[in-house]
């Protein structure tokens, strides 16, 4: 059976992204700064704009956390360099199951965050 994500398509993806990780782990935490200041200006005649300014910033801030550690999840398999079986079949489970995980997390603060705009507008 021919999986359409695998442990080794996410390397592909992370291995083309190898660049960014630094970047994207300084823009998170920027960004969550820059969200904890918005966030003490934030009083109850602030203009939704900025609101939804500072929302925003929460959730790319996440989404920029979680494409870091994706990439620095799948840089490398540790299965590619295990020797024994055991270890290869430890190492191979561990792979799928942070595959699984990061399948639904990467998507998550981008759908939250269209989720949270269609309720506040609905």
């Known amino acids: ?7 080794e398509l996410f390397q592909q993806i992370a291995l083309f992204l190898v660049d960014y990780k630094w970047r994207l782990l300084l823009w998170s ?13 934030i009083v109850l ?6 609101v939804w300014l500072a929302i925003f910033i929460l959730f790319a801030a996440i989404q920029s956390l979680i ?14 360099k295990a020797e024994d079986a055991y ?7 561990v792979e799928w199951c942070e595959t ?18 269609i309720i506040a507008n609905g």
């Open 67 to 80: 494409f870091a550690a994706f990439i620095f999840f799948f840089q490398q398999l540790p299965s590619s």
């Open 29 to 41: 935490l920027l960004s969550f700064v820059l969200f904890a200041l918005l966030e003490m200006q």
């Open 45 to 50: 005649t602030t203009p939704n704009l900025l």
């Open 100 to 117: 699984l995980l990061f399948a639904l997390l990467l998507p998550m603060p981008i759908l939250t965050f269209i989720y949270a705009i």
């Open 87 to 93: 270890w290869f079949k430890l190492y191979r489970t």
């Open 1 to 7: 059976m021919k999986y359409w994500i695998t442990p």
